[in-house]
């Protein structure tokens, strides 16, 4: 029998990237022979960490993190009350904040391996800067700080459900609806591109409501980076989000990501909302990469039906996602402005007036947009052509790299696979190994009793040639 924790410290390694399954399932094995021998079972992150599978500190991180999922355990004045629930980014625990008397839900992550001293101190700063956004539509952060080789980050606890639950059990949401929720999300994003946040991962599953409250909330800045200190770091932009909802920029992995690839990715969310779907499917990530990267954005009238304010959300959508961020709305503020014409467009009660909104609206989106004058280009004169041409290759020879990133990571799933093989070969290994020794241990009892009957049987024909002696004596 393999002990409970050795499964969850396996998982845990497994869910940080920081052990392959082929590893945990070797060691989980050499837990289930010690124990098969009636042996005493060394622990899975011993023979992790004994095999080279797994350092002294990410064991020990791991272990430090499994212990918070014990109810009644403290962190830095929070007390642990459940598990909520955990990603690639962290865990989440529902836990009480002892000095506030309040319930919290606490978000903790191990430190990284290695890390210098100030790039902790820079990511501390960094959540702590998402911490102090206060916005009715960005959940509330309260606090951040590390304690015992983890860092923590405590928010509101939210009731209610995700926009992605009510999609799967309701289905596309009406044009009001699904406006009324992209606006609160963009009004989100406006504060938090203000205070100089770009939150880098924007779906439907992290778009929250409030059932209490009646409120939108967007949520998890995991991959949230704060560009004011630091807006040509490259730091962090390896984390690209979620396929289908991710810019071409993010794709790209250009170093300087703004709001607009928020923007994008708002556009996409909007799109699932409308129609029930993302709007590029595909077999994998790479094939998902490719249709956001080379494929007209769909049309949501070729899924919903047409309508004048749908043609209008459709203009305003492709506008959002244009493949070129410098074609896209340059900030929510600018976005807002046409959602909110939209937004009077459905409050009319008359349908010529909406469609005249609508119309208008569209009108605009539609017309091109005011050419430099001439005398300013022409003061570049054959300048402003090389800069151009150096920008097309810049974005060539990203798409290149992006395209180089991606048949690495087809490579990485074919790998997993061959390891998850492995795994499972190991586990049959095992299993044969178990089945060998019950195989032996049966085969010496029918040995044994084997012997206890010949034994018997030569004594009962001692006893009968005993007995027929004593006979021929008497006569």
């Given at each position: ?320 996602c244009a493949k070129k961020r410098e074609e896209r709305y340059a900030d929510p503020a600018s976005f807002l402005s046409d959602a909110g014409e939209l937004a009077q467009a459905f409050g009319k009660d008359s349908e010529s007036s909406a469609a005249r909104i609508s119309r208008s609206l569209i009108e605009r989106l539609m017309r091109p947009a005011a050419q430099a004058p001439a005398a300013a280009a ?98």
């Open positions: 029998m393999i002990p409970e924790e050795a499964y969850r410290f396996g998982e845990a390694a497994i869910r940080h990237g920081w052990c392959t399954l082929a590893q945990v399932a070797d060691g989980l094995a050499a837990v289930r022979t010690a124990t098969a021998r009636g042996e005493v079972p060394p622990r899975l992150e011993e023979i992790l960490v004994s095999r080279g599978s797994l350092t002294d500190e990410r064991a020990s991180a791991l272990l430090g993190e499994l212990r918070l999922s014990s109810t009644g355990e403290l962190i830095a004045g929070y007390r642990i009350l459940g598990r909520l629930g955990s990603g690639g980014m962290g865990t989440v625990y529902r836990a009480r904040q002892i000095s506030m008397d309040r319930i919290v839900a606490l978000k903790v992550f191990p430190v990284a391996e290695g890390e210098k001293e100030d790039e902790g101190e820079r990511c501390l700063r960094e959540a702590r800067s998402v911490a102090r956004l206060v916005h009715p539509n960005i959940v509330r952060g309260f606090d951040a700080g590390e304690h015992g080789g983890v860092r923590y980050l405590a928010m509101e606890i939210l009731e209610g459900a995700t926009t992605l639950q009510l999609l799967r059990e309701l289905g596309p949401f009406p044009e009001r609806r699904a406006l009324e929720v992209v606006t609160a999300v963009a009004s989100a994003l406006d504060n938090a591109w203000k205070h100089g946040v770009v939150h880098r991962d924007v779906k439907p599953s992290n778009i929250f409501h409030c059932t209490a409250e009646k409120r939108i909330v967007l949520f998890d800045f995991g991959l949230a980076k704060r560009v004011a200190d630091d807006p040509f770091s490259s730091r962090g932009v390896v984390a690209m989000g979620t396929p289908h909802y991710v810019s071409p920029e993010q794709l790209r992995r250009l170093p300087d990501l703004d709001v607009r690839a928020d923007l994008y990715s708002l556009g996409c969310t909007w799109y699932h909302l409308l129609t029930g779907r993302p709007p590029y499917t595909g077999a994998s990530s790479a094939e998902i990469a490719a249709h956001h990267l080379n494929d007209p954005f769909p049309d949501p009238a070729a899924v919903k039906g047409r309508s004048d304010t749908l043609q209008a959300t459709s203009g305003i959508m492709r506008k959002l022409a003061g570049y004169g054959g300048v402003q052509d090389l800069l151009q041409r150096i920008e097309e290759l810049q974005e060539e020879n990203a798409r290149l790299f992006c395209e180089r990133d991606l048949l690495h990571h087809e490579a990485a799933k074919d790998e997993g696979n061959i390891e998850h093989l492995e795994a499972e070969n190991a586990r049959l290994a095992c299993s044969r190994d178990l089945l060998d020794t019950e195989v032996r241990a049966l085969r010496a009892a029918m040995d044994g009793l084997r012997l206890r009957r010949d034994a018997q049987r030569r004594a009962r024909t001692a006893r009968a040639a005993g007995g027929e002696g004593l006979a021929d004596g008497r006569e």
